[in-house]
């Protein structure tokens, strides 16, 4: 088993009328991408601020590389590097000024031009930070993180708010982080975003972490089956063939869906179904976060984080 | 201390890039320090415009005593004098000048001036001199000799003779005028009264006066009014400065989670604090400077900080900028925490007596000022600056260095460095 970087036991937020964190407990291993995922409101930034130690738990402990949440926090401090929620640095700052400083303040010996270099910043490092597009800020912000060398990483919600392409920039970026070596812990409401990114998760609703493990067995238990959709002409004869194989099978105007828990049923109604010669499309949908979610949560969650 | 010069570096830089930041600490201070000087008396006083016409007028030439006058009028700083010809009906020049019509100021020399008022001097000085003779008679006769008593009489008798020759005369009269709503005029007629009298003086033989006035500064120097406002304008810049600048700056880094940002790295949250003051501090002697210097170019103000007004200057932006990081510590929304900030400290500026004189102010509006740590600032400054007299301001010292201490603990306790 990897060594774990951080390990949650029932940490609990308590506000005055809300619990934004209910007992939450986890663990983060080395060298994995984590991520914790869920609606707005459902106690992500919440569980990151306090790991970052910038909130104090009402119950609950956690040691964050080896070290005591409550009792070693310039420790932990020292050894993480963190982008917050809509991230900001000094605007008037270039992003050479805004990154140094961070340097200064952890009092290590910054390896600017390599950082830069790596997030594709270089050419940007004279420029303000207010000029720079959302993807870029975002960047800056990595860069802001990367520069104490830290051994792990909490990024917070680090593509919300950017435009895809942005987005995509950004998935590079973390995927980067990986191939260096370092640990993330990541939040996000991007379903999708999770599904590419990381190695586990965490799905939290509400202050309760529903259920944790890696992504690919969060989809095979959780994903809710393989769906065949078949549209075009043929779709009485295309649903009659589904009906054999499963129960699930929907109708819609010009398209029938059937679902399947395997992907060996799936295939049995789909080698049938290419039997029927022309004048229909097939559609093979695997389930994927979006899915883990809806069937964990009973909703889905839109673009903007609301559930729905 | 490493981290604390380089956030104080990276405050600095975000200021000096910001055109607000430079206008709100700059140049807002100099736009009013070059109203206030110019209408509290900084460049050349005021002076009013006197026309005077002349009919004392002889052969086609003024009469000698005429000129005189004209000429000690004219010798009078604060006016200035121009003449009419005798030839031109007031009324109408002051309907045709529109510029004058409700602020001309007319001096109109009568014709037989001179001689009017030769005549009168020559029997007043009789007149002076026969009471003499009864004056001294009614004294100090009892103490006279015979003989002296009777040169007396006889020299009293030859003066009565004389006044039969001097031709009788009831004095000049001078006419003054104005337009009754010109409020200067008031002061025109009293500065010209006086010369009047003192001309009278001389007339009558009076040279030497028995009351002067002899017109001197408690200020040693060479000062202008700009000299004595100064440091209340460095004061009520710098109170500004604290309280608006700062609160907008932590208001706007809080918001937009740059103050978030540095909380979560190992900076400490008394690093931050200092940052914040230091920058503030250094601020306010860029301000010092830049308003001496500007002063000293426009309005040629002398004053100089010396190493006690250093100190109170720093001890004051400590005070005030503490008070910037607690409202912007306090308010969560910047509008709000700005408009906190401008609700203290334009009240506090104006009241304080930093701009214009204490004594101008109602008693209960000076009380007022006496509760605020402007007052003491500026006093204290102005003590120090301008009256060179560092030991009346250890009450200043006393308030504002415990103000100082209390606002920046208080501000200590107040900036969240967790649960942001």
Known sequence: ?308 | MRSVQSVFLALMKEWMRSKTGIFFSFLFPLMLLLIFGTVFGGTGSTTYMLHVQNFDVKNGEATELSKIFINVLDSIEIFEIKELDPSIDVNTYVKENPSFEYNYRILIIPEGFEQNTQGKSMSMRIGVMTDTFTYIEENFGSYMSESDLQTMAEGREELNEWTKLVPPSEGSELTFLADETDMSAMAVRSILESVVNAFNNQLIGVEEQTITITAESLVEKNMTATDYYLPGYIAAFIMTNGIMGATSVISELRRNGTVKRLAATPLPKSSWILSNVLQQTVLAFMLTAVMIIFARIIFGVSALPNLYALLLIFIGAVAFSSIGMILGGVIKDVEAANGAGSAIAFPMMFLSGAFWPLEMMPSYMQSIAKCLPLYYFHDGLRNIMILDNPSQAYVPFLVMGVLAAVFICIATKITKWKEL
Not at chain 1, 97 to 105: C, G, P, Q, T
Not at chain 1, 148 to 169: I, K, N, Q
Not at chain 1, 210 to 221: A, G, R
Not at chain 1, 244 to 253: A, E, I, R, S
């Open chain 1, 1 to 308: 088993m990897p060594e774990k970087v951080v390990e949650v036991e029932n940490l609990v937020k308590q506000y005055k009328t809300v619990t934004a964190v209910d007992r939450v407990s986890f663990d983060i291993y080395k060298g994995e991408v984590f991520s914790l995922v869920g609606p707005n409101g459902a106690g992500k930034t919440t569980t990151v601020e306090i790991l970052e130690c910038l909130r104090t738990p009402t119950s609950g402990s956690a040691k964050v590389l080896g070290f005591d949440l409550l009792n070693e926090e310039m420790e932990i401090k020292k050894r993480i590097g963190i982008m917050p929620q809509e991230f900001n640095a000094f605007e008037r700052l270039t992003v050479k000024e805004n990154v140094e400083l961070i340097a200064k303040i952890y009092n290590v010996k910054p390896e600017t031009k390599q950082v830069l270099e790596d997030l594709g910043l270089w050419e940007a490092r004279n420029r303000q930070f207010h000029k720079l597009s959302g993807g870029m800020q975002r960047r800056v912000g990595v860069c802001m993180a990367l520069i104490s060398e830290p051994e792990l990483l909490f990024l917070d919600e680090p593509t919300t708010g950017l435009d895809p392409h942005a987005r995509r920039e950004c998935w590079e970026v973390i995927r980067t982080l990986k191939k260096m070596g370092k640990t993330v812990f990541l939040t996000s409401h991007y379903m999708d975003e999770v599904g590419q990114l990381s190695d586990r998760a965490g799905v939290i609703v509400n202050g309760k972490l529903i259920v944790t493990n890696t992504v690919h067995d969060l989809i095979s238990q959780h994903g809710g089956g393989i769906k065949v959709s078949v549209k075009g002409r043929k779709t009485k004869e295309a649903e009659k063939i589904l009906q054999q194989f499963t129960k699930n099978v929907f109708h819609d105007t010009d398209i029938v869906t059937g679902k399947f828990k395997t992907r060996q049923e799936a295939s049995k109604a789909l080698a049938q179904l290419y039997q029927m010669g022309d004048g229909y499309r097939i559609e093979i949908i695997e389930p994927n976060m979006d899915d883990v979610f809806a069937q964990l949560a009973g909703h889905r969650v839109d673009e903007r984080g609301e559930l729905i």
